[in-house]
């Protein structure tokens, strides 16, 4: 046995806590952890590597007693994306804490035995970069890696992955599951945090579902059913994963042709009608955010011709692409779209505030009744406008980035993996408003690695592969076999 | 009870700072022996800081913008005071047109600077430093490293003068004071109520009728208590006037137009506002422009006051203005902060100088004591933040 929880209890000032949780860890297990947004995982998490302390309880460690603080030698805690160091270069973030000296004592790194171990690890895991890539340049997926390989490395006895294949594609997670099989071998204990039950029937050994700060069960995974899992998470039973609208499909809303965006991106072409769900998938690096980015105005194109309702544009920054009637809801929502010191009304409606503009001001009075009606409609937690963003869960959080281009009433909406991290009924109540969005005669591109989302919500799947679109298959005919043959080229 | 207790509560950094500022003021008081608070010395309060006041209005702009500052406005304020100087004394312009002439200049030195910043994206620090030299440095060019007065005396009003009094017999008490004092507390009564029955209509949350009234009751005695004062001197000094104007036109501008919104959001998470579509560069750029024209004016304030254009002029008044903006609550990371709290802020580093100048504190301590002040009311912002989280 590596590590043993009992009784462990601890309140945090936010509202989190938890509350007589009991919890084992084995030598070379996988052991998931699943539960809703705000049932306390990531605390949970933390306090098993030392970040937080506990209030009671007892842990042992390979047998033995141990104190919490102690952990943190022994754990290694990948985060989601927050563990690179962006200026570094990719060898110095996987070995950034097994730097190979040349002079222990003056602690001089040895670049050229350093280059040769991230040659080797790249070698082994066939990973998506070089060694020579700048980190600030890759994408999140590529960055999640790094993370998988820093805790490879690391020799760690105790491993925790925090969501890790949220964006990953299945190619991705091919390499992940090696560096998982590798760091089994070496057993060390792995504790998995995950929304997705299709993926963790793969790998996992074991899950423990918490609810609301209790240890709501452990179960084999074997032996246990999908509905067993969610009952625990929610104490409900699911019926459909992806409640897709159908709506007859309008005039064309959105025309990209011969798009170039070099060097990253060749020959686009999108056509998106009113009612109609275009879903984007393709592998991490593929060029799908820069897509997304060219089409918003973020990134510079060459040539091609683009309009809007029939209507030519030519879109050169943000601001333009926004009176054109295109929103977009980026990948990374708490950098990119929300401002994190204002309150929810004020981030609501920095899109639409011409709306409101009377002579010289804002009319507030109005602004907050309206910004009332989306939080109700939306059932965005509180009921109140003055809550800084921050404190919101993530699932409102994203909703909030949604609702302030449906207030601004955009036209093209491109979500970006809109549902990453998000819990099973945060994700229905985001499709629900998808379906929202289209019985009011809105378009979507939907972004995502989840291709079973992908099938499950569009109409029609482009398939994006080095930067080109390489097919244009409608959602009923194909399947997810087919969508990633192509976004791999092993179908070309 | 308990209402009174939460709506404490939930201001309470926006009080901590007016507290800070009565009890700064009591201490004064009492330590001075009752010096502080004589209608002179309140008179001059207002008059010695207003230019500071001025430039800490625009300060927290540039701080809003996420902890940008501009370091030159000491030298840009210096460098307009000598411009306005030689039109008017050595051209001998009419002062009217003088005074516009050098708030355009002003408004170019932002234009300069601004375009550095908010086109080229070389950090404000950088530019501003390099603005301090360089308009210190045309400073002394213009001046020739003298000094030029008199100004005409219709100059000097602007800094130093008072409202006429219509009424009075110019003895004894400043009648139009007093009543301009009534009125603004009864304009101010009926804004308040106006906004209070706008949000009962909409069915939004307001504080209790008894916490409403206080609140009201009080600022209406102060509004009129301090123009009462104002009045057994010389009544309202012009400047003051125009610091009210720029106080309530500010305000508004911050919190009430698309302008101020978009500076939040800028401050709060520059790739956020961008991709929701403000125009992050030409917002940088008018933060700096609207900058260099308050320098401009707190330049022309200076000069009238000082009834001369120096090449010293100005100097670290830029530091006064951002200790005035951190005191006031305004966060180094940008994004939060308010005109108000700036103001408040600068009165706080006023009400210091002026009564520990009164007690004849001398001027190495009273700098010690002030980067004290400065540290420790950052810090309690800061505590409470963490605190409240």
């Given at each position: 046995?590596?590590?043993?929880?009992?009784?462990?209890?601890?309140s945090?000032?936010?509202?989190?806590?938890l509350?007589?949780i009991?919890?084992?860890?084995r030598?070379g297990?996988?052991?998931?952890i699943?539960g809703e947004n705000?049932?306390g995982?990531?605390?949970?998490m933390q306090?098993?590597?030392?970040d937080v302390?506990?209030e009671q309880?007892?842990v042992?460690?390979?047998?033995?007693?141990?104190?919490?603080?102690q952990?943190?030698?022994?754990v290694?805690?990948?985060r989601?994306?927050a563990?690179?160091l962006?200026n570094?270069?990719?060898a110095?973030?996987?070995?950034?804490?097994?730097?190979?000296?040349?002079?222990?004592?003056?602690k001089i790194?040895?670049?050229n035995k350093?280059?040769?171990?991230?040659?080797?690890l790249i070698?082994?895991?066939?990973?998506p970069?070089?060694?020579?890539?700048?980190v600030?340049?890759?994408?999140?997926?590529?960055?999640q890696?790094?993370g998988?390989c820093r805790?490879?490395?690391?020799d760690?006895?105790i491993?925790?992955?925090d969501?890790?294949?949220?964006s990953l594609?299945?190619?991705?997670?091919?390499?992940?599951?090696r560096?998982m099989?590798k760091?089994?071998e070496k057993?060390?204990?792995?504790?998995?945090?995950?929304?997705?039950?299709?993926e963790?029937?793969e790998?996992?050994?074991?899950?423990?579902v918490?609810r609301?700060?209790?240890?709501?069960?452990?179960?084999d995974?074997?032996?246990?059913s999908?509905?067993e899992?969610?009952?625990l998470m929610?104490?409900t039973?699911?019926?459909n994963?992806?409640?897709?609208l159908?709506?007859?499909?309008?005039?064309?809303?959105?025309?990209?042709?011969?798009?170039?965006?070099?060097?990253?991106?060749?020959d686009?072409?999108?056509r998106?009608r009113?009612?109609?769900?275009i879903?984007?998938?393709g592998?991490?690096?593929?060029?799908?955010?820069?897509?997304?980015?060219?089409?918003?105005g973020?990134?510079?194109?060459?040539?091609?011709?683009?309009s809007v309702?029939g209507?030519?544009?030519?879109?050169?920054s943000?601001?333009?692409?926004?009176?054109?009637?295109?929103?977009?809801?980026?990948?990374?929502r708490?950098?990119?779209?929300l401002?994190?010191?204002?309150?929810?009304?004020?981030?609501?409606?920095?899109t639409s505030?011409?709306?409101?503009?009377?002579?010289l001001s804002?009319?507030t009075t109005?602004l907050?009744q309206?910004?009332?009606?989306?939080?109700r409609?939306?059932?965005?937690d509180?009921?109140?406008t003055e809550?800084?963003?921050?404190?919101?869960t993530?699932?409102?959080?994203q909703?909030?980035?949604?609702?302030k281009?449906?207030?601004?009433?955009s036209?093209?909406?491109?979500?970006?993996?809109?549902?990453?991290?998000?819990?099973i009924?945060?994700?229905i109540?985001?499709?629900n408003?998808?379906?929202?969005?289209?019985?009011?005669?809105?378009?979507?591109?939907?972004i995502?690695s989840?291709?079973?989302?992908i099938?499950?919500?569009?109409?029609?799947?482009?398939?994006?592969?080095?930067?080109r679109?390489?097919c244009?298959l409608?959602?009923?005919?194909?399947?997810?076999?087919e969508?990633?043959?192509?976004?791999?080229?092993?179908?070309? | 009870?308990?209402?009174i207790?939460?709506?404490i509560?939930?201001?309470m950094r926006?009080?901590?700072?007016?507290v800070?500022?009565?009890?700064?003021?009591i201490?004064?008081?009492?330590?001075?022996?009752?010096?502080l608070?004589?209608?002179?010395?309140?008179?001059?309060?207002?008059?010695?800081?207003?230019?500071?006041?001025?430039?800490a209005?625009?300060?927290?702009?540039?701080i809003?913008t996420?902890g940008?500052?501009?370091l030159?406005?000491?030298?840009?304020?210096?460098?307009?005071?000598a411009?306005?100087?030689?039109?008017?004394?050595?051209?001998n312009?009419p002062?009217?047109?003088?005074?516009?002439?050098?708030?355009v200049i002003?408004a170019?030195v932002?234009a300069?600077?601004?375009?550095?910043?908010?086109?080229?994206?070389i950090?404000?620090?950088?530019?501003?430093?390099?603005?301090m030299?360089v308009?210190r440095?045309?400073?002394?060019?213009?001046?020739?490293g003298?000094?030029?007065?008199?100004?005409p005396?219709?100059?000097q009003?602007?800094?130093?003068?008072f409202?006429?009094?219509f009424?009075?017999n110019?003895e004894?008490?400043?009648?139009t004071t007093?009543?301009?004092?009534?009125?603004?507390?009864l304009?101010?009564?009926?804004t308040?109520l106006?906004?209070?029955?706008?949000?009962q209509?909409?069915?939004?949350?307001?504080?209790?009728?008894p916490?409403?009234?206080?609140?009201?009751?009080?600022?209406?005695?102060?509004?009129?208590?301090?123009?009462?004062?104002?009045?057994?001197?010389?009544?309202?000094?012009?400047?003051?006037?125009?610091?009210?104007v720029?106080?309530?036109?500010y305000?508004?501008?911050?919190?009430?137009?698309?302008?101020?919104r978009?500076?939040?959001?800028?401050?709060g998470?520059e790739?956020a506002?961008?991709?929701?579509?403000?125009?992050?560069?030409?917002v940088l750029f008018?933060?700096?422009?609207?900058?260099?024209?308050?320098a401009?004016?707190?330049?022309?304030?200076?000069?009238?006051r000082?009834?001369?254009?120096?090449?010293?002029?100005?100097?670290?008044?830029?530091?006064?203005?951002i200790a005035?903006?951190f005191?006031?609550?305004?966060?180094a990371?940008?994004g939060?902060g308010?005109?108000?709290?700036?103001?408040?802020g600068?009165l706080?580093?006023g009400v210091?100088n002026?009564g520990?100048?009164i007690?004849?504190?001398?001027?190495?301590?009273?700098?010690?004591i002030?980067?004290l002040?400065?540290?420790?009311?950052?810090?309690?912002?800061?505590?409470t933040?963490?605190?409240?989280?």
């Amino acid at each position: 046995m590596l590590l043993q929880l009992f009784g462990v209890s601890t309140s945090l000032t936010d509202g989190f806590h938890l509350h007589n949780i009991n919890l084992e860890l084995r030598k070379g297990e996988i052991h998931i952890i699943m539960g809703e947004n705000g049932s306390g995982k990531s605390c949970l998490m933390q306090l098993i590597s030392g970040d937080v302390p506990a209030e009671q309880g007892t842990v042992y460690l390979m047998g033995e007693t141990s104190r919490f603080e102690q952990l943190r030698d022994s754990v290694v805690y990948i985060r989601q994306n927050a563990n690179i160091l962006q200026n570094l270069s990719v060898a110095e973030n996987i070995f950034y804490n097994r730097m190979p000296y040349s002079n222990r004592l003056l602690k001089i790194i040895d670049h050229n035995k350093l280059n040769k171990l991230c040659a080797d690890l790249i070698q082994e895991f066939d990973l998506p970069f070089s060694i020579d890539d700048r980190v600030d340049q890759l994408g999140w997926a590529q960055r999640q890696i790094i993370g998988f390989c820093r805790a490879f490395v690391s020799d760690a006895p105790i491993v925790i992955l925090d969501e890790p294949s949220s964006s990953l594609t299945e190619h991705d997670m091919r390499i992940l599951h090696r560096i998982m099989e590798k760091i089994r071998e070496k057993k060390a204990g792995i504790f998995y945090v995950s929304h997705n039950l299709n993926e963790i029937r793969e790998f996992g050994d074991r899950v423990s579902v918490l609810r609301k700060g209790e240890l709501a069960g452990t179960l084999d995974l074997a032996r246990s059913s999908d509905d067993e899992i969610i009952r625990l998470m929610s104490g409900t039973v699911l019926t459909n994963p992806y409640p897709r609208l159908r709506v007859p499909l309008g005039k064309t809303l959105l025309e990209v042709t011969h798009l170039q965006a070099p060097p990253i991106l060749e020959d686009i072409n999108i056509r998106l009608r009113k009612g109609e769900i275009i879903g984007i998938t393709g592998l991490a690096g593929s060029g799908r955010t820069y897509l997304a980015h060219c089409l918003f105005g973020v990134h510079d194109t060459e040539g091609g011709y683009l309009s809007v309702n029939g209507r030519e544009r030519n879109i050169q920054s943000p601001a333009d692409a926004i009176d054109a009637g295109i929103a977009l809801i980026p990948e990374d929502r708490f950098t990119d779209s929300l401002v994190g010191c204002l309150d929810v009304s004020k981030n609501l409606s920095l899109t639409s505030l011409k709306r409101f503009k009377q002579l010289l001001s804002i009319n507030t009075t109005i602004l907050n009744q309206v910004v009332l009606d989306y939080i109700r409609k939306l059932r965005i937690d509180s009921y109140t406008t003055e809550k800084s963003i921050r404190e919101y869960t993530r699932g409102s959080q994203q909703k909030v980035a949604l609702a302030k281009w449906i207030m601004k009433r955009s036209k093209v909406f491109i979500l970006d993996e809109p549902t990453r991290s998000l819990d099973i009924p945060s994700r229905i109540d985001l499709y629900n408003s998808m379906n929202d969005l289209i019985r009011k005669g809105a378009g979507i591109l939907f972004i995502s690695s989840d291709i079973e989302e992908i099938l499950g919500m569009c109409d029609r799947v482009l398939v994006l592969s080095d930067g080109r679109i390489v097919c244009n298959l409608e959602s009923g005919k194909t399947n997810s076999e087919e969508i990633l043959g192509y976004a791999t080229g092993e179908i070309l | 009870m308990d209402n009174i207790l939460h709506t404490i509560k939930t201001h309470m950094r926006q009080y901590a700072m007016v507290v800070a500022l009565v009890s700064i003021m009591i201490l004064f008081q009492i330590l001075t022996e009752g010096i502080l608070l004589k209608p002179l010395n309140v008179t001059n309060l207002v008059l010695q800081n207003s230019y500071i006041l001025v430039l800490a209005i625009g300060m927290l702009l540039c701080i809003l913008t996420g902890g940008n500052i501009d370091l030159s406005v000491g030298s840009t304020a210096a460098f307009v005071g000598a411009v306005s100087a030689t039109f008017i004394i050595t051209f001998n312009m009419p002062v009217v047109p003088a005074i516009a002439m050098s708030l355009v200049i002003g408004a170019f030195v932002g234009a300069w600077q601004g375009y550095w910043i908010a086109y080229v994206r070389i950090p404000a620090f950088i530019v501003t430093l390099s603005g301090m030299l360089v308009f210190r440095g045309l400073t002394m060019v213009i001046l020739k490293g003298r000094t030029l007065a008199p100004f005409p005396v219709s100059y000097q009003k602007i800094a130093s003068g008072f409202i006429p009094d219509f009424f009075g017999n110019g003895e004894g008490l400043h009648i139009t004071t007093i009543l301009i004092g009534v009125l603004a507390s009864l304009f101010y009564l009926f804004t308040e109520l106006r906004s209070r029955r706008g949000k009962q209509k909409y069915d939004f949350s307001v504080s209790s009728m008894p916490v409403f009234a206080l609140k009201v009751a009080v600022l209406m005695s102060v509004i009129n208590l301090f123009t009462y004062w104002l009045a057994r001197y010389k009544g309202i000094p012009n400047v003051l006037v125009l610091l009210i104007v720029l106080i309530l036109a500010y305000s508004f501008m911050t919190n009430k137009t698309i302008a101020g919104r978009h500076i939040y959001a800028f401050g709060g998470n520059e790739k956020a506002a961008k991709l929701s579509g403000v125009k992050t560069n030409r917002v940088l750029f008018g933060v700096y422009v609207n900058m260099s024209i308050l320098a401009a004016l707190a330049g022309i304030i200076f000069a009238g006051r000082l009834n001369a254009a120096t090449p010293k002029a100005g100097n670290l008044f830029e530091l006064d203005a951002i200790a005035s903006c951190f005191i006031g609550g305004a966060s180094a990371t940008g994004g939060v902060g308010t005109i108000v709290g700036a103001i408040i802020g600068g009165l706080i580093m006023g009400v210091l100088n002026n009564g520990m100048s009164i007690m004849g504190i001398s001027i190495d301590w009273q700098q010690t004591i002030k980067g004290l002040v400065l540290l420790f009311a950052v810090a309690f912002d800061v505590y409470t933040k963490t605190k409240s989280k």
